[in-house]
Nanobody, 122 residues
Framework: QVQLVESGGGLVQAGGSLRLSCAAS????????MGWFRQAPGKQRVFVAG????????YYADSVKGRFTISGDNAKNTVTLQMNSLKPDDTAVYYC???????????????WGQGTQVTVSS
């Protein structure tokens, strides 16, 4: 099992920035990729960004490309999501996730954090 704990959510004005962090513990050697998802009120949880542990390949949802950056430190088992130029539409609960199996980064994650709220005011 892998345990994930997020931190760094909060309230920010439109155009501002936030940085989310996620720390993994447990069977971290089994991790193939880590990612971030978000769920807005009344909507399904959707993929935001992912990073492959072996070579740091990243992938982003079109809605966040150029504004969000995912990075990871597999020695420390942490992943970070830097969010810039935030919009009210980015308001959601953000979840950290880990995946054991290749090859994709956008779906099929095995472990989830508890989520952290991000609210962007207009």
């Amino acid at each position: 099992q892998v345990q994930l704990v997020e931190s760094g959510g909060g309230l920010v004005q439109a155009g501002g920035s936030l940085r989310l962090s996620c720390a993994a513990s447990g069977r971290t050697l089994s991790i193939y990729a880590m990612g971030w998802f978000r769920q807005a009120p009344g909507k399904q949880r959707v993929f935001v960004a992912g990073i492959r542990w072996s070579d740091s390949t990243t992938y982003y949802a079109d809605s966040v490309k150029g504004r969000f950056t995912i990075s990871g430190d597999n020695a420390k088992n942490t992943v970070t999501l830097q969010m810039n130029s935030l919009k009210p539409d980015d308001t959601a609960v953000y979840y950290c996730a880990a995946r054991n199996r290749p090859p994709v980064l956008t779906t099929g994650y095995d472990y989830w954090g508890q989520g952290t709220q991000v609210t962007v005011s207009s």
